[in-house]
């Protein structure tokens, strides 16, 4: 370490220091007196990053969908793509698509404040447009105030974050990217560069094994692509997300989503001219690579490739994956062997009693499994959901610790909003079906709320209380009442008819044949005496249905919901399965 201090700051005294190991330091000199000694200034020859390139992009969300809509549709693509081969004449539909784009697509603009949190940004633009219309106007100088105000505020708040960690040891990783030789690339170029000889020089070759013999009859007819159908174009544009991704062609899947009824028509020539000329067009084999980390380092090696193909290439593809498991499952080509990919059934015997019968499809015997998984829900031979609890409740909890992790915010209301958003869907969907029976699963899905008011408390550096205070702070309900809630209303709706099923082996209706004060006529039944290990809607909420009045159970949905809402809890008492 070399000390570049050669002067005295404080009398004859040298209470300053400048230490480096490197030649980066140079003009240190006394700066203004500062309290009872001088202070320093000095410079560091550490070049700076380079500044991004700012790149415009669609704004897909302001687009003019009608107006392209509109063109494409009133464009004579028969004319156009008929005498062109594959590649032309998908070049030719990107072209035309692309102008319209940027005529009816506007795009993003650089602005000086595009790094600020959204609500700055917000006021930003708010205070621009003001100013615009009338600089000295009322509203314009209220909303710079504002702007002013806010944009003070994030920055202290910025400092006094950084001077609250200035102690800690830096966890981030340093700007750039590592190379393999240990140089660090600032430029994009020579990031691009980097990547595309590190991933060329890991990737490896597909591994080639023999298939097995799989001889087909004699008489099987050849596989041959059919004329491709509109409606199959529109079935496999209808399966794309609506997004904004990236491709080659500059045409993301929210182009074919919004457009897929205009678009039909030059889709299925370009289609049913490739299977026509044995050839696909040329940019349908282009990808743009994308690095994605795998890890929070920068090193060039800890990123793995994403390659994203056209948006067009994924609607053909479905087609003719559709065309080609039809063509293999029509004649019986799949080996017993081959089950990548493919779907399988699988065979569940319910009960101890049920005979394991051995099930086949085209002479392939079914597997047997110990659970499946319908509609979301979990299931076991035992008709038990431990499993699914257990499943529902871990991704309860992984999302929550990624919820603190992201938020900083002191507003309780903001944690409160995201929870019930986001994580209680997760416990609660189906509890119809699985709502537990027995105090150790209730209190296991009960503690994913319990852990969450706390943590609230302790971020937003409110009191500690109990959990039932908690809640009743933060406007919550217990989750075992609220699957109380939505067992009666499933009941209501079952005995209404609002819900068309066979229900005569959970409940009938039993009216009484002589008037109780609480009595109504919907009053209902077990078909059966239930074990106590056996569980159901109608076996939790029988007792309170029954002696519900009778103007209530006859009423609308609205009003019988809004009477069940303002029950009291049913949690922590008599009949409760949760504890304190």
Same mark, same amino acid.
């Given at each position: ?41 000095? %410079? ?102 504002? /702007? ?11 400092? %006094? ?15 750039? !990217? ?16 980097? /990547? ?74 370009? &289609? +049913? ?5 044995? %050839? ?40 003719? !994956? ?39 499809? +085209? ?7 110990? &659970? ?111 699957? /109380? !809630?939505?067992?009666?209303? /499933? ?64 009423? %609308?949905?609205?009003? &019988? ?8 809890? !049913? ?10």
């Amino acid at each position: 370490m070399t000390q570049y201090m050669n002067f005295k700051t404080r009398g004859e005294n040298i209470l300053d220091l400048v230490l480096s190991n490197s030649h980066i330091v140079s003009n240190v000199r006394p700066s203004l007196p500062f309290a009872d000694h001088t202070s320093i200034s000095f %410079s560091l020859g550490i070049p700076s990053p380079p500044p991004r390139e700012f790149i415009p992009s669609r704004l897909y969300h302001l687009a003019d969908w009608n107006s392209i809509n509109y063109h494409i549709s009133s464009h004579d693509w028969t004319l156009a793509l008929s005498f062109l081969d594959v590649d032309n004449a998908f070049s030719y539909f990107t072209e035309v698509v692309n102008s319209l784009l940027d005529a009816f697509v506007p795009k993003s603009t650089p602005s000086p404040f595009s790094h600020y949190p959204r609500h700055l940004k917000i006021l930003y633009g708010k205070s621009k447009r003001a100013t615009s219309i009338a600089r000295n106007s009322v509203l314009a100088l209220t909303l710079t105030k504002r /702007f002013e105000r806010a944009l003070r505020a994030h920055q202290v708040k910025i400092e %006094s974050r950084l001077c609250n960690t200035r102690l800690k040891a830096c966890k981030s990783a340093t700007p750039g !990217i590592i190379n393999v030789d240990g140089t660090q690339l600032l430029f994009c170029r020579d990031k691009a560069s980097a /990547f595309s000889k590190y991933f060329a020089s890991v990737s490896t070759s597909p591994l080639q094994s023999p298939l097995p013999s799989h001889s087909p009859p004699l008489n099987t007819p050849l596989f041959d692509l059919p004329f491709i159908s509109i409606s199959q174009i529109l079935i496999a544009i209808s399966s794309l997300a609506p997004k904004c991704n990236l491709s080659p062609d500059s045409l993301p899947n929210i182009f074919y989503s919004k457009c897929k009824f205009s678009v039909v028509s030059p889709l299925s020539i370009i &289609f +049913n001219k490739t299977p026509l000329t044995n %050839s696909i067009p040329d940019i349908w084999k282009i990808a743009i690579v994308k690095p994605i980390p795998k890890t929070s380092s920068n090193s060039i090696n800890s990123f793995r490739p994403i390659s994203l193909t056209c948006s067009v290439t994924k609607i053909f593809e479905k087609i003719l !994956i559709s065309e080609i498991n039809g063509y293999l499952n029509g004649n019986n080509l799949l080996d017993p062997n081959q089950s990548g990919f493919e779907t399988k059934c699988t065979v569940v015997h319910y009960g101890s009693l049920s005979p394991r019968t051995l099930y086949t499809i +085209n002479g392939i015997p079914l597997l047997s499994s110990s &659970f499946i998984k319908d509609l979301g829900i979990i299931m076991n031979p035992s008709l038990k959901f431990t499993d699914h609890i257990s499943r529902m409740v871990s991704k309860a909890r992984a999302k929550i610790n990624i919820m603190f992790k992201c938020f900083f915010s002191p507003d309780p209301h903001l944690y409160n909003r995201a929870f019930t958003t986001f994580i209680r869907p997760l416990l609660e969907y189906g509890s119809v079906v699985w709502s537990p029976h027995t105090v150790i699963l209730a209190n296991q899905i009960e503690d994913v709320q319990r852990n969450f008011s706390r943590r609230l408390f302790a971020r937003c550096q409110i009191p500690y209380s109990l959990y039932t205070d908690r809640i009743s702070l933060l406007s919550l309900q217990t989750l075992e009442h609220r699957r /109380f !809630i939505s067992d009666i209303l /499933f009941l209501y709706k079952s005995i209404h008819g609002f819900y068309s099923y066979d229900h005569s082996n959970l409940f009938r209706k039993a009216p009484l044949t002589r008037s109780l004060r609480r009595s109504h006529n919907l009053r209902i039944s077990l078909p059966f005496v239930p074990p106590k290990s056996h569980s159901s809607f109608v076996i939790r909420v029988i007792e309170r249905w029954n002696v519900l009045d009778a103007e209530i159970v006859t009423s %609308s949905p609205h009003i &019988f919901r809004s009477h069940i809402l303002s029950i009291p809890s !049913i949690s922590f008492s008599e009949e409760s399965l949760l504890r304190l």
